[in-house]
């Protein structure tokens, strides 16, 4: 059995849970946030809806820069509708299915580097970025994203187990 015959399973489980969680997301509450530090409700959710598209780079490139030298600086977008999050959110899951299905075991161990402004901030294996970078990071902010759903009143669904607003699944 292939490594991604084993990671597909996982991987739809967590954007079905994922676009569960998006479904929520209020309208009309882009520019909330919880605390000054915080990101808002819309960049939050859109950041949720971006995450999965990560593992395209990382799975089909050997780098990412995100500020090249002499290139624009990275784009921060903030959505302010549930449709074009989930809009977003169902193209990049997609797109990161697809790559994932194509990608051969020996590809997982190669190198990828994560750069700022031509300077590699890390190198890890492919397989360690799509673990830490793209799943785990994902389930991070969609755990963020339950809590902002909560402070504005949005029910809360069943992720990895029940919650107050489905006590059973």
């Given at each position: 059995m292939s490594l991604t015959e084993w990671l597909i399973p996982e991987f739809d489980a967590e954007m079905a849970a994922t676009r569960r969680v998006l479904e929520r997301v209020p309208d009309g509450k882009a520019s909330w946030k919880p605390h000054p530090k915080s990101m808002t409700l819309g960049r939050l959710a859109t950041l949720v809806a971006?995450?999965?598209?990560?593992?395209?780079?990382?799975?089909?490139?050997?780098?990412?820069?995100?500020?090249?030298p002499g290139g624009p600086p990275p784009k921060f977008e903030a959505l302010d509708s549930t449709a074009r999050i989930l809009e977003l959110f169902d193209r990049n899951a997609a797109a990161a299915r697809a790559a994932l299905a194509k990608a051969p075991d020996a590809d997982f161990k190669k190198p990828w580097a994560f750069k700022v402004g031509g300077r590699t901030v890390d190198t890890s294996p492919k397989y360690?970025?799509?673990?830490?970078?793209?799943?785990?990071?994902?389930?991070?902010?969609?755990?963020?994203?339950?809590?902002?759903?909560?402070?504005n009143g949005a029910p809360v669904p069943a992720v990895y187990g029940p919650t107050a607003d489905e006590p059973s699944f």
């Open positions: 971006e995450l999965p598209g990560w593992a395209v780079n990382a799975l089909t490139t050997d780098e990412l820069d995100i500020m090249p360690t970025v799509y673990r830490r970078t793209v799943l785990n990071h994902l389930a991070h902010h969609r755990g963020q994203l339950t809590v902002y759903l909560r402070l």
